[in-house]
DNA sequence: ACCTGAACACCGTTCAAGT
DNA sequence: ACCTGAACACCGTTCAAGT
């Protein structure tokens, strides 16, 4: 048959080397982007990764601590984001609420898989400490600058983590609607997404007010 | 062997007389409950329901059809719920609304698999009208609730969808948290869920006072 | 009209075996 | 130390066949 050009598997670049297990990670992601939460699969990150099926059990002990590993993965992206869509209102805590509001609507709005995963079922923050650490740089972040907040006298005194878990509730709660499509259209008809977070975080600072 | 006392299947009931689709449901409900959302299975329903692997399929066209039948349900038993927490505070629509977000967070810690089912990915509201309808009579619920407190003056004028919305990310993002078990233990040990399900609603409702 | 049995293509996971 | 190949027990789904 001669030199038929026949399709030759993905390069393996130089895994075998201690990088498959970003390696995964990587393949999951892009599966979960895909396909969905439902799309990932722990045979197919292993052929994104260009490997055998029983390879991932060298680096995670089952399929739950590979999804584990992306959401830690999320909520790193995450805090990033809010990080720096607060540090652009240094001066102003409120404003900085605002924007770390809208920041996370938006994060959830592009990646709906990947927040869903991020907070769903698949894997359970109590089986993977690290992943737990992730998810309170998140909390942290944001009662800080509710004790901000209270410096600045724009929310009234009392525990910054039974006022923050209010202001937390209500953002999260927003992007879960979003990331379910679960809003009523009408509602999302006549707002935009950065409309409802800012709206949603003007009353409940009114209600913190003091 | 004389008469051992054997095992036998489940009493078969009735089926073949048209309440398959009923007894699938509830097995589906069953394993819900007692494996998590991850263990609700089209086969384990058939088993269940004591049918065969392929029988579901005569009533269901698929496995997303079946889960949404069980998530319709749920959001008909959470409606309910709510509308009796509504009814002993009919002079008061502020109160009513405190009611039924305690309501809807109980609601949420008792039946966790459940809550989660109603709102995840599994079901995709979209290609499944029955189930839109029954989660719309939560929304109308709440928006009647909203419009009674204009009357009442105890929210600002404005629009109950609107208004509506940031009271249902609120209460709603509280209960996903509380499913997920994403709120931090410190506020978990400091108050019970009804209180936070109040001091929510309390603090929205400052949020929106005249 | 409603259900069964067998089959197909997929999973997650395990385990001996290779280098 | 790290990976492969084959196997096991499960899935969702389809389809001929039974009554």
């Excluded at 991020?118 to 650490?133: E, F």
């Excluded at 979003?178 to 409309?195: C, G, M, T, W, Y």
Aim: net charge positive.
């Amino acid at each position: 048959m001669g030199r038929a050009v026949r399709p030759r598997p993905r390069p393996r670049a130089t895994y075998h080397h201690g990088n498959l297990r970003s390696a995964l990670i990587e393949g999951a992601s892009t599966l979960l982007e895909r396909e969905g939460p439902l799309g990932v699969t722990l045979r197919g990150a292993a052929r994104q990764a260009g490997v055998s099926q029983a390879a991932p059990y060298r680096h995670f002990p089952n399929k739950s601590a590979l999804l584990a590993a992306v959401a830690e993965a999320g909520f790193e992206s995450l805090v990033r984001t809010m990080h720096l869509a607060a540090r652009r209102h240094r001066g102003s805590p409120a404003a900085a609420l605002e924007a770390m509001a809208k920041a996370i609507v938006r994060f959830a709005a592009e990646q709906p898989s990947r927040y869903r995963l991020m907070c769903g079922p698949a894997v359970r923050g109590r089986d993977h400490p690290s992943l737990l650490r992730a998810a309170s740089a998140a909390w942290d972040l944001l009662t800080t600058t509710i004790r901000e907040c209270h410096r600045a006298k724009r929310i009234r005194p009392g525990d910054p983590a039974q006022q923050g878990f209010v202001f937390w509730s209500t953002i999260h709660g927003l992007a879960v609607l979003v990331v379910d499509e679960q809003l009523p259209p009408p509602v999302l008809r006549a707002h935009s997404l950065e409309q409802l977070a800012g709206y949603a975080t003007t009353v409940v600072l009114a209600g913190l007010a003091p």
